[in-house]
């Protein structure tokens, strides 16, 4: 039987004590690492933990980065009000590996690159390096935003906690931890902070699937209730999820984020070695896929529990993103402390992500523009500037979250902003790696024609939001209480496709194929445009800036067939070097000194 939900109580003492346990573990991970090996004094230790993490922790890191708050609250609040159509995209998350452990992964260890706009300057010229430079800094700003906000409201909202106490008391710990312990800080804290994650969550199925009479009855009432859905296969790219736009339109934003975007990149680039590296991102994949699976079976489990009364058309919250915190207090507000880690679980969520935004948001500052305007800069001089830039990203990300709070529902607004932009950032590295025959001009400029084509189809959706037909929510069986009055500008569904102008039914594209979309436009106009001024010729490439296709995926098939497809690219292979210079650079991993003793011993 579903339960009626009611004004749920506070936070006691306990779980004040849970959740500043949580950030005083994550600032003492910083404190160790700022005092420990070589202290974060030079660049490398501070933005690539020396090139010598062990994969775990890597892998642990990649996943904690996944999980943000943004999963944490998004995902359960998405299964509960549209059903289980978004578990495709574990099918994404599967492709993401496979093509960026085959192509972009290959390269940036080819060339033992810090940023990934290095690349960038190597395959066309110093501008286009600017220009994913700008591309970077407005993805990950907006999406920082994002991720502090969200749970913030959420939790105040529900448990009370302070609004803006919880926006700087994220940002505040994360850039504290991330400033002074570097890398190794921001992978280990995401150890610790993935495990209260997780715990958090199974402790939420474990209680709520309890109060249900077991998990069977969860699935039946979710069953009966239309929110077990798996059958959509249509290929109108207008219905907001299907099988299409979940596992195929996803893998461009997942392959923007973990094929090009320098927070992830920076981090498997920390193994040193690429094997290694690949090992990290398999353990990554098969850990998103089992914490994606949590967070719907979370939503699930909140939906069966609320199946006859919904919290949300009852006034008891005001923004569905707030559900999965009205259900830990609901659930547990009379057990002190497990409402408490269930709320760590959230600002563990947001701090992982921060963490490593800010971190990849110095990296690529210091790389790409203060070594362009000091390249002489001293490494003692360089890396304080790199800790300065984390610090003033860090205020910069806080005073963000305003402008976040008008994006709407999180979940959303997040993939919207990684499929706006990541998409078309994702098409500049493609044309790079795989279009040997494109130039400059056509890279800059069609990256910024398949901007300005999905920020013009984002922004549009915002202001002209399609309808998603969600299926009903119930209040059968709720218990009538005046003194509950639902939010007049929550709760009404108001019809206005009648207000809507003729171009409106663009806007109407899931968010799911921004991304590809938006590639897409990137990649022909890049190509058009490189032909109409003098294209590059393939034959003359630097093979080791090119990753063709029938390398990457068709290296089984004939060589006549796989020369066709490398578009006049030779045969993967070393530009002319001599054997000393290529076994060097073929080192799995070594420091600066034995790399120097090594060469000395050649010679």
């Known amino acids: 039987m579903a339960i009626t939900p009611g004004d749920v109580g506070m936070f006691h003492a306990w779980d004040y004590v849970?959740?500043?346990?949580?950030?005083?573990?994550?600032?003492?991970?910083?404190?160790?690492?700022?005092?420990?090996?070589?202290?974060?004094?030079?660049?490398?230790?501070?933005?690539?933990?020396?090139?010598?993490?062990?994969?775990?922790?890597?892998?642990?890191?990649?996943?904690?980065?996944?999980?943000?708050?943004?999963?944490?609250?998004?995902?359960?609040?998405?299964?509960?009000?549209?059903?289980?159509?978004?578990?495709?995209?574990?099918?994404?998350?599967?492709?993401?590996?496979?093509?960026?452990?085959?192509?972009?992964?290959?390269?940036?260890?080819?060339?033992?690159?810090?940023?990934?706009?290095?690349?960038?300057?190597r395959r066309f010229n110093k501008p286009v390096r600017y220009l994913g430079t700008a591309l970077f800094f407005l993805q990950m700003m907006l999406y920082l935003g994002i991720v502090i906000y969200a749970p913030a409201l959420a939790l105040n909202a529900v448990t009370g906690l302070s609004l803006?106490?919880?926006?700087?008391?994220?940002?505040?710990?994360?850039?504290?931890?991330?400033?002074?312990?570097?890398?190794?800080?921001?992978?280990?804290?995401?150890?610790?902070?993935?495990?209260?994650?997780?715990?958090?969550?199974?402790?939420?199925?474990?209680?709520?699937?309890?109060?249900?009479?077991?998990?069977?009855?969860?699935?039946?009432?979710?069953?009966?209730?239309?929110?077990?859905?798996?059958?959509?296969?249509?290929?109108?790219?207008?219905?907001?999820?299907?099988?299409?736009?979940?596992?195929?339109?996803?893998?461009?934003?997942?392959?923007?984020?973990?094929?090009?975007?320098?927070?992830?990149?920076?981090?498997?680039?920390?193994?040193?070695?690429?094997?290694?590296?690949?090992?990290?991102?398999?353990?990554?994949?098969?850990?998103?896929?089992?914490?994606?699976?949590?967070?719907?079976?979370?939503?699930?489990?909140?939906?069966?529990?609320?199946?006859?009364?919904?919290?949300?058309?009852?006034?008891?919250?005001?923004?569905?993103?707030?559900?999965?915190?009205?259900?830990?207090?609901?659930?547990?507000?009379?057990?002190?402390?497990?409402?408490?880690?269930?709320?760590?679980?959230?600002?563990?969520?947001?701090?992982?992500?921060?963490?490593?935004?800010?971190?990849?948001?110095?990296?690529?500052?210091?790389?790409?523009?203060?070594?362009?305007?000091?390249?002489?800069?001293?490494?003692?001089?360089?890396?304080?500037?790199?800790?300065?830039?984390?610090?003033?990203?860090?205020?910069?990300?806080?005073l963000t979250t305003v402008l976040a709070s008008q994006l709407g529902a999180i979940l959303q607004a997040s993939l919207s902003i990684f499929g706006m932009v990541g998409g078309p950032l994702f098409g500049l590295f493609s044309l790079g790696v795989f279009f040997p025959c494109v130039n400059s001009y056509g890279a800059g400029f069609g990256t910024l024609i398949g901007l300005a084509t999905s920020m013009w189809i984002g922004i549009g959706a915002m202001i002209y939001p399609p309808d998603s037909n969600p299926p009903s929510l119930s209040t059968a069986m709720c218990f009538v209480n005046a003194s509950v009055i639902p939010d007049p500008f929550v709760t009404p569904i108001v019809d206005t496709e009648e207000s809507y102008p003729p171009i409106a039914w663009l806007y109407s594209i899931s968010y799911c194929w921004y991304s590809g979309l938006s590639w897409l436009v990137c990649i022909v106009f890049g190509l058009l445009i490189s032909f109409a001024t003098g294209h590059n010729d393939p034959s003359k490439a630097d093979v080791t800036l090119h990753r063709p296709i029938a390398d990457s995926f068709l290296c089984c098939l004939p060589d006549a067939a796989t020369d066709v497809c490398r578009c006049g690219v030779g045969q993967g292979h070393y530009p002319e070097e001599d054997e000393e210079s290529i076994e060097i650079k073929e080192l799995d991993v070594y420091d600066e000194v034995d790399a120097e003793k090594h060469e000395n011993t050649l010679a």
């Not at 501070?46 to 922790?57: G, K, Q, S």
């Not at 995902?75 to 452990?101: D, K, L, N, Q």
């Not at 085959?102 to 690349?119: G, L």
Request: charge should be neutral; charged fraction near 10%.
């Open 164 to 398: 803006w106490g919880s926006v700087i008391t994220i940002g505040v710990v994360c850039t504290f931890y991330t400033t002074i312990g570097g890398l190794k800080a921001v992978l280990w804290t995401d150890v610790f902070q993935v495990l209260v994650m997780m715990a958090g969550m199974l402790s939420v199925i474990i209680a709520g699937t309890s109060r249900m009479g077991g998990f069977r009855n969860v699935w039946e009432i979710a069953e009966n209730r239309a929110r077990l859905d798996f059958v959509h296969f249509e290929l109108d790219p207008t219905v907001r999820h299907t099988v299409w736009g979940l596992a195929i339109g996803q893998s461009f934003t997942w392959c923007s984020s973990y094929g090009v975007n320098q927070a992830q990149v920076q981090r498997y680039l920390s193994c040193g070695k690429k094997s290694t590296a690949q090992a990290a991102l398999a353990m990554a994949i098969v850990g998103m896929i089992f914490v994606v699976s949590v967070a719907c079976i979370v939503g699930l489990v909140i939906f069966a529990n609320y199946a006859d009364c919904d919290p949300y058309t009852e006034g008891y919250i005001t923004a569905i993103d707030q559900l999965f915190p009205y259900f830990v207090m609901d659930l547990s507000g009379d057990k002190p402390g497990l409402p408490g880690l269930c709320t760590a679980c959230v600002f563990s969520a947001a701090l992982s992500t921060v963490s490593s935004g800010l971190n990849s948001l110095s990296a690529i500052a210091g790389e790409d523009i203060i070594k362009s305007i000091w390249p002489n800069i001293s490494e003692t001089k360089y890396t304080v500037a790199t800790k300065i830039l984390a610090v003033t990203f860090g205020v910069v990300a806080i």
């Open 18 to 121: 849970v959740i500043a346990l949580v950030l005083l573990v994550s600032t003492c991970i910083g404190l160790y690492y700022a005092l420990a090996g070589g202290r974060q004094k030079t660049a490398r230790e501070f933005l690539l933990a020396d090139r010598n993490m062990n994969p775990i922790p890597v892998a642990m890191s990649l996943v904690a980065s996944f999980i943000s708050a943004i999963t944490v609250l998004g995902t359960p609040s998405e299964v509960y009000r549209h059903g289980t159509m978004f578990w495709y995209i574990c099918f994404a998350y599967i492709i993401t590996g496979i093509v960026t452990s085959r192509t972009f992964m290959v390269i940036f260890f080819e060339y033992e690159i810090t940023s990934t706009n290095e690349y960038l300057e």
